[in-house]
């Protein structure tokens, strides 16, 4: 015991390691930016040494809470005024520990492979000091023990996501994607802020656990109605919803794409996005005891999980297509959290996070052979129609790759399997109908990405093929030249033959596999990609034992042997039949149309243009906002200027310009000149009247 | 003489405005005398202020400290009388600190330079003495002493439309001091004691009709200081013409004197008419958030857009000293200090880019990021600061608003509710329009047309020294806000209680205000133990 205590009193240090490594480095750039900009292997060495001790910390913490040492809270009174206090600190629980590991593990190979991917860059340090930020303020979010400091961190993590979106702010579409993520955030966190402060007027705490018993007896002894603290709690969810990507506030993630792909993996699969489930996980005691709540959850997850799979099937961008399968894998968690099924929820959160991680880092490995031979476009370096049997030049990659592509898939024994089909097996419990859904999006998932796989690393190298290259271009001129008008179009086109025509010279003409750097993390994250689900198997379940709601408890596990032999064999074989069954159906049709080619994928596709084009449009959802949201929050930002400037300050000035003329006016009044007098009231109200008119 | 005794707020007070006499008599060539000078005065000036603070101030005590009390006319028991509590310290301390940040801002004024830093200290002085002063009739002079500057320095330094923004500057606030005379001999003379003293002022009982009368008057003139929608037309000129030093203690300092004045006197003086205004007050708080923060989204012009956001950001001030709570109110003064210290370091960021770009307007630039990194990085990290980041001190501020509203037990639930509502959408529009600002100026391809026709050279470390001052409490009071809220707790606690005491005393139980369906907080059955 001893040795255990001052793991837990100095388990603030998990989050500050990394914040001080990005305060030292930021403090660094802006003071001596030349300097510091040279130090880069240091300045990495140095971030990348503070995350590992944060993760050697964050593993100490852990297995302390496997052994069953208890709850661990510090805190301290942050503000106060007169007897009300709002207290800040951390706490250390089973959940807490969970994400600990799994934030400093992912955050950690994602700042090796950094070294790698970014080798070039000029920018090298800041991004450094940037992921080590970002690492902070998520790790501060998951041992916040209470909702107000969740939103603290909560806030900071967006502001991260929003810096490193924006990483390469020369680029329009980078500049573009950080700030709709931030606001389409905020657009959460706006709920999430009015929730926080109703509950806390209800039940006059921010500690989670308690918050939900009073709600609870609220609602019980009628002193609070059930509708209202639902709406309470929807107002909660939002927050979860802007973070976790959810169909209607899902828009800002396929665009956060437009950052370095480190960052990708690392917001996709450990920190941001996670953020929005943990949240549900700690906010359970309020949300269980609300059906409507829970049936509302699982039907937005439901949806999106099916959304984003049927959006991923038609991207050509390596990138959007993982991230539209984020967006639905992320939508299969909020089902679980919804059908009430926490483990299965958070189990699929951890075997996603690692499996999602090497699948982004992997397409980073692609995207980094490919500049080598299409350049630094992300226009063609991303696009899957350029690529093709890179399994050739990349071996570790593509290797990696499919393991990441069986483990989502939900293919036996990989980690997805156990998560996902734990999932739809609770969900079946509940509802049919969701299950059902859950269950045809498990199909759509097995396809894309194997098409996704198929396209990349088998068949021929197209990267040379100067005609699609072109074509590509072309596409894009087409669609921007649709939102600049026919006129913005010619001068773009001349340009476009003129780079064609001298930008192959120094090229290589095949890809080559990535530096050690970054195949390592590779490797060492097909590793849980492969195993971590056995730890979740329904036959023996550790992860649920560890991880469970609050308000259940669990029973002791049995040793394996009896565990085998007291399963309900039947009933998983049925369930998990199912979902491997559909999953192979969807890699058949992949095989087909994208390694035999023995379906035109192309031909299909125009036999149901309406849905293909819904699907390629991402549900037009981004048009929908932009008619209604940008361009309306633009007209009345415009009116009421127009107001503020013809009305408001027109009445000031007309006042000025009144009096002025009365005094005037009165000297002549004085003389007897009435006739003038009524001048001035006529041309007073004509001012008026001209004043209204024009605005 | 003993420390205690030693008159600390009169010196400071008079030290700048003294020192500025003998401004015209220092030999100076190339200006650089002059503007040393100007600063070590500051300097010396905070450093006192400082010293006066960490000496003769208790944090446990809730009345007036540092006070000075000299006779000056007898028969009207006029005198001059200084003394700082938990309200005018930490404005004290901000005006000093701003105000020494902003000369050193000034470095690059090289037009009547000696006119100049004659008047920044004269304002200097003014504004310290708004802050201190503890007489109605000193208030009202000092009041005014700090808007003959201020006139100056606008028609003087400022831009192309610098005599209308001056023009209108004057009028309206001059116009709106005259409320504050009326209502000041009016309450002097109430009753049978004639006195300008505030705390007797506040002791005195006055008829609920004439606290009306009285809580309009003052609240027309403070309207436009803070200001209060519609009587803030005059700060986007004022704002917009303004050179970045001035500008930095428009928006640091002198928006505050209103916030000050409303909690001094409309809610220290006037319980009872503060119980009838609050509401509208409320409403208008909602307004200033809504449509300041629209406005300042449509604003093709950097300092106009910075300027609405200040008029966005007063919203929360106003909200706060009407929630009838000392969470609420403590977040007012949390609001001030802290839009006083991301004021003036935006203003002063826009001031930094325009001295680069010569040009306010945003079409005019882009990606000039490439170029001014550090620029790039201090308007970012301010921006945040400005949009309540957490972490920063804005976030705090408005948390403790929003909570103390929240949870108030004087409103209604069905008004509270739309009221946060409401409030909440602000938190929605401060990142859009500050976010869509930072992605015209810094994002983006590089604008040919600037790169070429002017010098985009990086911040210089005396621009990095000003806004590292400006952030270090900004980051420091959000981080632990108990440093700041600490200083006020007691006095806040105090106003508040005198508030609720007197203005819900005829009354057992607590009506709610707005003529809304009362729903109060649920009583729960169960005792947590």
């Known amino acids: 015991m001893e040795l255990i205590e001052p793991i837990y009193q100095y388990a603030w240090l998990v989050p500050v390691l990394p914040l001080v490594g990005a305060a030292i480095v930021g403090t660094g750039l802006i003071s001596y930016s030349q300097?510091?900009?040279?130090?880069?292997?240091?300045?990495?060495?140095?971030?990348?040494?503070?995350?590992?001790?944060?993760?050697?910390?964050?593993?100490?913490?852990?297995?302390?809470?496997?052994?069953?040492?208890?709850?661990?809270?510090?805190?301290?009174?942050?503000?106060?005024?007169?007897?009300?206090?709002?207290?800040?600190?951390y706490t250390i629980d089973h959940l807490a520990a969970l994400m600990l590991v799994i934030v400093t593990t992912v955050a950690f190979l994602v700042m090796v492979y950094t070294d790698g991917y970014m080798a070039h860059d000029p920018g090298y340090v800041r991004f450094y000091a940037y992921l080590s930020l970002f690492s902070s303020s998520m790790l501060g979010l998951v041992i916040s023990p209470n909702l107000l400091q969740i939103y603290v961190f909560w806030e900071l993590v967006g502001m991260c996501s929003y810096l490193l979106i924006g990483f390469w702010y020369g680029r329009d579409g980078a500049a573009d994607a950080c700030q709709k993520a931030f606001i389409t955030n905020r657009v959460g966190d706006f709920g999430l802020l009015l929730g926080m402060l109703a509950l806390f007027w209800a039940t006059g705490s921010f500690e989670f656990d308690v918050m939900g018993e009073r709600l609870t007896a609220l609602v019980e002894n009628g002193s609070l109605t059930a509708g209202v603290a639902t709406i309470f709690a929807v107002l909660i969810f939002l927050g979860p919803m802007a973070k976790s990507a959810q169909f209607p506030l899902h828009v800002w993630l396929p665009d956060a794409m437009e950052g370095p792909t480190p960052i990708s993996a690392l917001i996709h699969a450990a920190t941001m996005v996670a953020a929005g489930i943990f949240l549900v996980a700690r906010m359970f005691p309020v949300f269980e005891d609300l059906p409507t709540v829970m049936t509302a959850i699982a039907w937005v997850g439901c949806f999106t999980a099916f959304m984003g799979a049927s959006i991923a099937i038609t991207q050509n961008d390596i990138k959007k297509g993982l991230a539209y399968s984020t967006m639905s894998q992320l939508g299969y968690m909020m089902l679980a959290m919804g059908v009430g099924a926490y483990g299965a929820g958070l189990f699929h959160l951890m075997t996603h996070a690692y499996f999602k991680a090497m699948l982004f880092l992997c397409s980073g490995s692609v995207i980094h052979g490919m500049e080598e031979v299409v350049g630094h476009d992300p226009l063609l370096a991303q696009d899957m129609r350029l690529m093709g049997g890179l399994r050739k030049y990349m071996p570790i990659t593509s290797a990696t790759f499919l393991v990441g592509t069986l483990a989502i898939c939900g293919i036996p024994p990989f980690a997805g399997f156990w998560s996902k089909d734990e999932i739809l097996g609770s969900t079946f419990a509940v509802s049919p109908v969701l299950w059902a859904i859950g269950w045809l999006t498990a199909g759509i998932t097995a396809f894309y990405m194997f098409r996704m796989y198929f396209s990349t690393f088998e068949g021929e190298f197209r990267g040379t093929n100067k005609e699609i290259q072109t074509q590509l271009k072309r596409e894009q001129l087409m669609a921007m030249g649709a939102s600049l008008g026919p006129g913005a179009m010619n001068p773009q086109e001349l340009t476009l033959d003129a780079e064609a025509e001298h930008g192959e010279d120094h090229h290589a003409a095949t890809?080559?596999?990535?530096?050690?750097?970054?195949?390592?993390?590779?490797?060492?994250?097909?590793?849980?990609?492969?195993?971590?689900?056995?730890?979740?198997?329904?036959?023996?379940?550790?992860?649920?034992?560890?991880?469970?709601?609050?308000?259940?408890?669990?029973?002791?596990?049995?040793?394996?042997?009896?565990?085998?032999?007291?399963?309900?064999?039947?009933?998983?074989?049925?369930?998990?039949?199912?979902?491997?069954?559909?999953?192979?159906?969807?890699?058949?049709?992949?095989?087909?149309?994208?390694?035999?080619?023995?379906?035109?994928?192309?031909?299909?596709?125009?036999?149901?243009?309406?849905?293909?084009?819904?699907?390629?449009?991402?549900?037009?959802?981004?048009?929908?906002?932009?008619?209604?949201?940008?361009?309306?929050?633009?007209?009345?930002?415009?009116?009421?200027?127009?107001?503020?400037?013809?009305?408001?300050?027109?009445?000031?000035?007309?006042?000025?310009?009144?009096?002025?003329?009365?005094?005037?006016?009165?000297?002549?009044?004085?003389?007897?000149?009435?006739?003038?007098?009524?001048?001035?009231?006529?041309?007073?109200?004509?001012?008026?009247?001209?004043?209204?008119?024009?605005? | 003489m003993e420390l205690a005794q030693f008159p600390w707020l009169t010196v400071t007070i008079f030290l700048p405005i003294t020192a500025a006499l003998f401004i015209p008599f220092i030999p100076d060539k190339d200006g650089k005398t002059?503007?040393?000078?100007?600063?070590?005065?500051?300097?010396?000036?905070?450093?006192?202020?400082?010293?006066?603070?960490?000496?003769?101030?208790?944090?446990?005590?809730?009345?007036?400290?540092?006070?000075?009390?000299?006779?000056?006319?007898?028969?009207l028991d006029l005198k001059w009388s200084v003394g700082a509590d938990g309200l005018s310290m930490p404005l004290i301390l901000l005006t000093g600190f701003i105000s020494t940040l902003a000369i050193?801002?000034?470095?690059?004024?090289?037009?009547?330079?000696?006119?100049?830093?004659?008047?920044?200290?004269?304002?200097?002085?003014?504004?310290?003495?708004?802050?201190?002063?503890?007489?109605?009739?000193?208030?009202?002079?000092?009041?005014?002493?700090?808007?003959?500057?201020?006139?100056?320095?606008?028609?003087?330094?400022?831009?192309?439309?610098?005599?209308?923004?001056?023009?209108?500057?004057?009028?309206?606030?001059?116009?709106?001091?005259?409320?504050?005379?009326?209502?000041?001999?009016?309450?002097?003379?109430?009753?049978?004691?004639?006195?300008?003293?505030?705390?007797?002022?506040?002791?005195?009982?006055?008829?609920?009709?004439?606290?009306?009368?009285?809580?309009?008057?003052?609240?027309?003139?403070?309207?436009?200081?803070?200001?209060?929608?519609?009587?803030?037309?005059?700060l986007p000129d004022a704002h917009g013409e303004a050179t970045a030093p001035v500008h930095m203690l428009l928006a640091g300092i002198l928006l505050k004197m209103g916030g000050y004045a409303i909690i001094r006197m409309n809610l220290g003086m006037l319980p009872d008419a503060h119980a009838v205004f609050a509401p509208i007050l409320v409403i208008f708080g909602i307004i200033n958030i809504i449509y300041a923060a629209l406005t300042s989204f449509a604003q093709r012009n950097l300092k106009r857009k910075i300027a609405y956001s200040s008029i966005s950001h007063m919203g929360f001030v106003i909200i706060g000293i009407a929630s009838f709570t000392n969470l609420g109110l403590s977040g007012a003064v949390l609001q001030m200090v802290s839009h006083g210290l991301i004021g003036a370091s935006l203003f002063f960021l826009v001031g930094a880019t325009y001295d680069r770009t010569h040009t306010l307007v945003l079409n005019e630039m882009g990606g000039v990021g490439k170029k001014m990194p550090k620029i790039f990085a201090m308007f970012t990290t301010c921006s945040m600061a400005s949009l309540a980041l957490p972490g920063m001190s804005g976030f705090v501020a408005e948390l403790m608003v929003f909570v103390g509203f929240a949870t108030s037990d004087a409103y209604s639930f069905t008004f509270k509710l739309i009221a946060v509502m409401l409030m909440a959408v602000g938190v929605i529009l401060t990142p859009i329009y500050l976010l869509t600002m930072l992605r015209e100026i810094f994002y983006g391809p590089e604008n040919q047309e600037l790169i070429e026709h002017e010098a985009l050279i990086d911040a210089e470390p005396r621009e990095v020294f000003i806004i590292a001052c400006l952030l270090i409490p900004i980051i420091g009071f959000g981080l632990y806000p108990k440093m700041l809220t600490q200083i006020y707790d007691t006095t806040t606690i105090s106003l508040t209680d005198n508030l609720r005491s007197?203005?819900?005393?005829?009354?057992?139980?607590?009506?709610?205000?707005?003529?809304?369906?009362?729903?109060?907080?649920?009583?729960?059955?169960?005792?947590?133990?």
């Open chain 2, 502 to 529: 007197r203005a819900f005393a005829s009354t057992e139980e607590l009506q709610p205000l707005a003529f809304l369906p009362h729903l109060q907080a649920p009583e729960l059955p169960i005792t947590a133990d």
């Open chain 1, 35 to 89: 300097t510091t900009s040279t130090l880069r292997r240091p300045s990495a060495v140095f971030i990348v040494s503070l995350t590992g001790a944060a993760m050697v910390l964050s593993f100490l913490l852990f297995f302390s809470q496997v052994q069953g040492h208890e709850v661990y809270t510090r805190t301290f009174e942050w503000a106060s005024a007169g007897d009300f206090k709002l207290t800040m600190g």
């Open chain 1, 511 to 695: 890809p080559h596999e990535s530096p050690i750097s970054m195949t390592l993390p590779l490797v060492a994250l097909a590793v849980p990609s492969v195993l971590i689900g056995l730890v979740g198997t329904p036959f023996v379940n550790y992860f649920e034992a560890f991880i469970h709601p609050p308000s259940e408890e669990v029973e002791a596990l049995l040793p394996w042997s009896e565990a085998f032999a007291e399963f309900e064999w039947s009933e998983f074989i049925l369930m998990a039949g199912s979902s491997v069954g559909i999953g192979l159906i969807g890699i058949s049709l992949a095989i087909l149309m994208y390694a035999q080619k023995k379906i035109d994928p192309a031909a299909i596709a125009n036999q149901i243009k309406p849905l293909y084009q819904l699907s390629k449009n991402k549900w037009y959802i981004d048009e929908i906002y932009d008619a209604v949201f940008v361009k309306g929050c633009r007209g009345l930002a415009k009116q009421t200027l127009t107001m503020d400037v013809r009305i408001v300050d027109g009445i000031v000035n007309l006042a000025g310009f009144v009096t002025l003329v009365t005094g005037e006016g009165l000297k002549y009044l004085e003389n007897g000149r009435a006739q003038f007098y009524a001048l001035i009231v006529f041309g007073a109200v004509l001012g008026l009247v001209l004043v209204s008119g024009i605005t």
């Open chain 2, 104 to 234: 050193l801002a000034s470095w690059p004024v090289t037009l009547k330079p000696r006119l100049f830093y004659f008047l920044i200290l004269a304002m200097y002085s003014g504004q310290l003495g708004v802050f201190a002063v503890q007489d109605m009739l000193l208030f009202f002079f000092m009041w005014e002493l700090e808007l003959i500057p201020v006139y100056l320095l606008l028609s003087i330094w400022g831009g192309k439309k610098r005599l209308y923004a001056a023009t209108k500057f004057i009028l309206y606030t001059a116009g709106g001091s005259l409320f504050i005379l009326v209502a000041a001999l009016a309450m002097a003379f109430y009753g049978d004691v004639v006195s300008f003293d505030m705390s007797t002022l506040a002791a005195k009982d006055y008829t609920v009709k004439f606290q009306l009368f009285m809580y309009a008057a003052f609240l027309v003139a403070y309207a436009v200081k803070l200001p209060i929608f519609p009587l803030h037309t005059w």
């Open chain 2, 34 to 75: 002059l503007r040393w000078y100007a600063l070590i005065v500051g300097l010396i000036d905070f450093v006192l202020l400082v010293a006066a603070f960490y000496l003769g101030y208790d944090f446990n005590d809730s009345g007036l400290q540092l006070v000075e009390s000299y006779t000056w006319v007898p028969q």
